[in-house]
């Protein structure tokens, strides 16, 4: 155990992260290769919702663009509701509902109106719910990986104590390969949870206006959908 | 799991790799200056320093100490013939001569006491005059020398010669001599010796003496005592003892946090000479460590 601190010691100038793992105890070791696995989750998380969430808001601009320039729903419907967008899906909410509720010979309007909202309501909630599945993942790496590299940082340095101890000696050789390796431990769960905390944030706020314009476009194809019911037939 | 997350997990995982990959190559690593500056240096930790002065005219001075043992030794067999022969016919002209001749002759008897052949000896040289001669010493008092008229006498007034002068006899008559002559002399060496400590034995002087105050200085702890450094005044005897008591000179680095400190940082201190003590320290360079001030400080215990 000493030879390979003092080593280091001496090319300290260098901080390898290799090194720094290959050296740590098995507890830190353990800390550092769950938060790195962390890490690579939370920027895969990152990557996947970011092309994701860009994906969604940009088709649905697109696609409600288009639905209020259309002259015949239903034809959009057909051509357009199998596409897996979130105004897609809340679109063919609607209109199923209301294909469903007009299909009969008496029209209960009010009750009509308000299984149309609902269905559109809970499709959009649907898509959110969807949408943000990984976010808490997001939220817990944030708020827990550097207390978990905290943990580890306080194993590494009770053991640099000990080490200390053993020696009969306190000086910085002996002392500063040992916190070395413990404070890379929370090197990392800083690592895994800046990036995390920062695009939780980021998505929470971009899901947010997804489903606000989920909503606005839900409730303004409700209200078409209420003006229709109330045409005479 | 979605094709986006495969994506995002993928390059997610390239990109660890990768910043792994060039922290492990040090891409950003921060160069060391001062190890280029600063080469590597040898220290070796000794204990047993030899402290011996380079000074060139101490090794010109050896005969002084070689005169009084040489006398004792070579006094010894010339003695041995003469003495029989001399006590009887020249005791009366000249009173300093046959004084330091009988005494070495005495000596042989002296030394062959306490061992077992002394008999042998004793006989085959002295029998007419050595009985007198072991009485005479052994019991010194002038009331036998009464007791025994007849043989004494002559040897009486040789015996009181020898009374008082079988102590310095041992070393020979030419020992009070050298001395006044060693006098100036080793005056003269030592003088040399003095001047001829140097900055390289004043700092292996300094060496020494902290080396052997180091296992009995302990420096105090608390906020700023690393910061405190005693000077104490030192007067050594020939011998390495203590010549007086240590004298705290001064206590500087004091704050207001280790006030409380310095009391037993001084007591510390003086503790730590008067355990030292005596001093082991070579006697050459005696005038180099006769009076130290020793400064403690934090640097000293470690």
């Avoid at chain 2, 034995?201 to 910061?227: M, S």
């Amino acid at each position: 155990m000493t030879m390979p601190a003092l080593t280091l010691a001496t090319d300290a100038a260098t901080i390898s992260p290799l090194a720094l793992f290959l050296q740590a105890d098995i507890v830190v070791k353990g800390v550092m290769a769950g938060l790195l696995l962390a890490s690579i989750w939370t920027w895969a998380i990152i990557i996947g919702f970011g092309v994701s969430l860009g994906r969604a808001r940009k088709g649905c601009a697109k696609f409600e663009n288009d639905f209020w320039q259309t002259e015949d729903i239903d034809r959009f419907y057909e051509t357009r509701a199998k596409s897996d967008l979130p105004s897609a899906k809340v679109m063919a909410a609607g209109v199923a509902e209301w294909r469903r509720s007009t299909a009969a010979k008496t029209i209960d309007r009010d009750g009509t109106r308000d299984r149309l909202a609902t269905a559109m309501s809970s499709a959009s909630a649907a898509e959110i719910d969807r949408l943000s599945d990984r976010l808490n993942i997001l939220a817990t790496i944030g708020s827990v990986a550097p207390f978990v590299g905290l943990f580890g940082t306080v194993w590494g340095i009770m053991r640099a104590f000990t080490s200390i101890a053993a020696e009969q000696n306190s000086s910085l050789a002996v002392v500063a390969p040992g916190i070395a390796e413990a404070l890379f431990a929370t090197a990392i769960g800083l690592f895994a949870a800046i990036p995390a905390v920062i695009a939780y944030n980021r998505f929470s706020h971009g899901i947010n206006r997804l489903e606000a314009r989920l909503n606005r476009f839900a409730d303004a194809f409700y209200a078409t959908l209420s003006r229709e019911l109330e045409a005479p037939r | 799991m979605e094709r986006t997350e495969k994506i995002g997990l993928g390059v997610a995982t390239a990109g660890h790799v990768l910043l792994f990959g060039l922290l492990s190559t040090g891409f950003l690593a921060t160069p060391n200056p001062l190890k280029l500056n600063s080469p590597p240096m040898d220290v070796s930790l000794v204990d047993e320093i030899d402290l011996k002065s380079t000074a060139p005219q101490i090794s010109t001075t050896p005969p002084p100490p070689s005169v009084a043992p040489e006398t004792g030794e070579t006094a010894e067999p010339a003695p041995s013939i003469a003495a029989p022969s001399e006590p009887v016919v020249a005791p009366p002209p000249p009173a300093p001569r046959p004084a330091p001749k009988p005494a070495p002759a005495t000596k042989p008897v002296e030394r062959a006491a306490p061992k077992p052949p002394a008999p042998k000896p004793a006989p085959a040289k002295a029998k007419p005059a050595k009985p007198a001669p072991p009485v005479e010493k052994t019991k010194a008092a002038p009331a036998k020398e009464k007791a025994k008229p007849a043989p004494p006498k002559p040897a009486a007034a040789t015996g009181k010669g020898k009374a008082d002068k079988p102590r310095g006899s041992q070393l020979g008559p030419d020992f009070l001599k050298g001395i006044n002559t060693e006098a100036p002399r080793a005056a003269a060496p030592v003088a040399p010796a003095a001047s001829s400590v140097g900055p390289r034995q004043k700092a292996a002087l300094d060496a020494e003496i902290r080396r052997q105050l180091k296992p009995h200085w302990k420096a105090p702890t608390g906020a700023d005592a690393e910061q405190l450094r005693t000077v104490v005044a030192v007067e050594l005897t020939q011998s390495g003892a203590l010549a007086g008591a240590p004298e705290v000179v001064e206590t500087t680095g004091t704050t207001a946090s280790n006030r409380a400190q310095v009391k037993l940082h001084q007591e510390l201190a003086v503790k730590a000479v008067r355990l030292a003590a005596p001093f082991k320290l070579p006697p050459d360079l005696y005038d180099g460590w006769k009076s130290l001030r020793i400064s403690f400080d934090k640097r000293l215990s470690q």
